[in-house]
């Protein structure tokens, strides 16, 4: 769940893995194949016939060491009703290692690397874990799903075994239990002014061509200030990376926070490098055309959250990217409060080149590394039961998100809310406590992914009719897969970075016109010279050998 502030690059990534391998190493749509595994001395405190749908309970009292992301909008607490409550019902005490949001990636990889990780180690992203594949230090999860039931009902159920094995590793193995969605879950687009729009008698925009059209009436209306200001640049390796994300998406085209190198490209039938490919440039030169005729304001790509939300406020600007959080908490609490008559919604992601369309592979959340050294446990098997009930059980989940039935929220006819009193992001800003601050609950840590009626309970009025929306939308094909050998990894890793800042940081030059867009074929040419050709035909051998494999 990539809440408020909290800047998760939602990198949905079918770098490693395929389907076919699946047949091959025994172990196809998220079943592992560890069920011979000699399991029999990790027995400790587990249950002897746990089942999809019941009840987690140790049979004995057990503690597991989790890393915890410590998010500055809820810094974690002892007293909160989430570590109680879950010893009570599981039997299972956790012990967060506390580790701030910002410096949360770099921290994780210095104590896997060092051998210091606690068994639990959450909040990874889809394509992260490979870099630990190598040295071993992570346990390929897949050899012990046998052990998780409500996993391999949801995997089934939902139908998302290509993008689970669209994580398999060369061995035919993956290293990530990933949180899962039943549905893709939209979570950025643009939002408007819809009084000053009123006024100049638009209406909201659907496709790309009519938001340049509005963003021009309204330049022309108020010449000396900017339609868009935007943010989400600051903290993040890419410039606007909400906006990038989805107006790249409008173009079929990974970009910002789900940039990825490598693009499946249908009609060649190979892999592509994305940064040189005619898509990104059509994002790169819409994006031109705005700051060159004023219509963005340039400072969008470098500036704090905070100075654009301000320049929102002080209607220095109309636009600005949203979540439907921030358009309820923020821009529209603060905007109904400082601008007399204002009011601001969220559109539907606008539609480009690529149609009504959303980007494959965006079912898969982030999940879930387990240190190799839990393997090494007594309480190994309880310990998975455990991540099996909390992170993938539909009664866990809820737990995760919204606590306990009439202590911290009440539901009735499938609909949730909060209890009297207590407030969840923004949904009653005057009341004494918070779910997440106070309680521990709905988490990012915790609670993610999971059936649409519990991801939707939390939506308001807005997010509902958002989400609504973009469900109706096509989703584009996973990526095929095409895993590299543990050689290969390293090789593409090594070309990866260099090439992906050239194209940010030339990306940024082009769109505010510090390169010319007919230096294009140049900055190519450059990519070229940093590997680009080879790091692309590391990933096309190894989709050839998938085929041949049987894939």
Not at 86 to 96: A, F, Q, R
Not at 99 to 107: F, G, H, M, R
Not at 335 to 346: F, N, P
Request: glycine fraction near 8%; charge should be neutral.
């Amino acid at each position: 769940m990539k809440n408020a502030g909290q800047l998760s690059r939602r990198q949905i990534v079918a770098a490693a893995g395929f389907v076919g391998i699946a047949t091959l190493a025994g172990c196809g749509g998220g079943d592992g194949g560890g069920d011979g595994k000699d399991l029999s001395r990790k027995q400790n405190g587990a249950m002897n016939k746990y089942r999809a749908g019941e009840q987690f309970k140790g049979t004995k009292p057990l503690s597991f060491a989790v890393l915890h992301n410590n998010n500055p909008n809820y810094p974690a607490k002892s007293s909160w009703l989430l570590w109680k409550r879950l010893t009570e019902l599981t039997g299972v005490t956790l012990k967060p290692i506390a580790v701030p949001l910002s410096d949360y990636e770099k921290k994780r990889s210095l104590l896997i690397g060092a051998g210091d990780a606690p068994p639990l180690i959450p909040k990874t992203y889809p394509g992260a874990e490979t870099a630990f594949v190598s040295s071993g230090a992570i346990l390929a999860v897949s050899e012990y799903v046998h052990l998780m039931p409500n996993f391999r009902a949801k995997v089934k159920k939902w139908a998302l075994e290509p993008e689970i094995d669209s994580l398999r590793q060369s061995d035919g193995k993956y290293y990530l239990l990933p949180g899962l969605h039943e549905k893709a879950k939209a979570g950025y687009s643009l939002s408007l002014r819809t009084d000053v729009l009123d006024r100049l008698g638009l209406t909201l925009p659907t496709t790309w061509d009519e938001v340049y059209d509005v963003f021009k009436a309204i330049k022309e209306e108020y010449p000396g200030r900017y339609p868009f200001s935007d943010r989400w640049s600051t903290n993040t390796p890419y410039p606007a990376a909400a906006l990038f994300s989805y107006l790249g998406q409008a173009h079929g085209v990974r970009a910002g926070w789900t940039y990825l190198n490598q693009t499946w490209d249908a009609q060649q039938e190979k892999y592509v490098f994305t940064g040189a490919t005619d898509a990104y440039r059509q994002v790169v030169e819409y994006l031109r055309k705005l700051v060159e005729e004023k219509l963005i304001d340039p400072e969008s790509f470098t500036q704090t959250d905070d100075d654009a939300v301000k320049k929102l406020l002080a209607e220095k600007s109309f636009a600005i990217s949203a979540n439907p959080q921030e358009l309820v908490q923020n821009y529209r609490y603060n905007l109904e409060r400082q601008v007399r008559g204002a009011k601001i919604e969220m559109v539907t992601v606008p539609i480009g080149p690529a149609g009504p369309v959303v980007l494959g592979g965006a079912r898969l959340e982030n999940g879930m590394m387990i240190s190799s050294k839990a393997l090494d446990s007594d309480s190994f098997v309880a310990m998975m039961q455990f991540v099996d009930w909390l992170w993938y059980s539909d009664e866990g989940q809820r737990f995760a998100k919204w606590g306990v039935k009439d202590v911290t929220y009440t539901e009735s006819g499938g609909r949730y809310r909060p209890v009297d009193g207590i407030s969840l992001m923004g949904s009653a800003p005057d009341a004494p406590k918070d779910l997440q601050r106070d309680f521990g609950f709905s988490n990012g840590v915790f609670a993610y992914g999971g059936s649409w009626a519990l991801v939707s309970s939390s939506f308001g009025p807005d997010e509902r009719k958002f989400q609504d929306a973009m469900a109706q939308r096509k989703q584009l094909p996973v990526d095929p897969p095409h895993p590299l050998r543990s050689e290969e990894q390293e090789q593409a890793t090594l070309w990866d970075t260099p090439l992906k800042d050239h194209v940010t940081q030339n990306t940024l030059r082009f769109v505010l016109g510090k390169r010319p867009l007919s230096e294009w074929d140049a900055y190519v040419a450059e990519l070229k010279a940093k590997n680009m050709d080879q790091y692309i035909g590391l990933h096309n051998k190894a989709y050839e050998n998938f085929k041949k494999a049987g894939g």
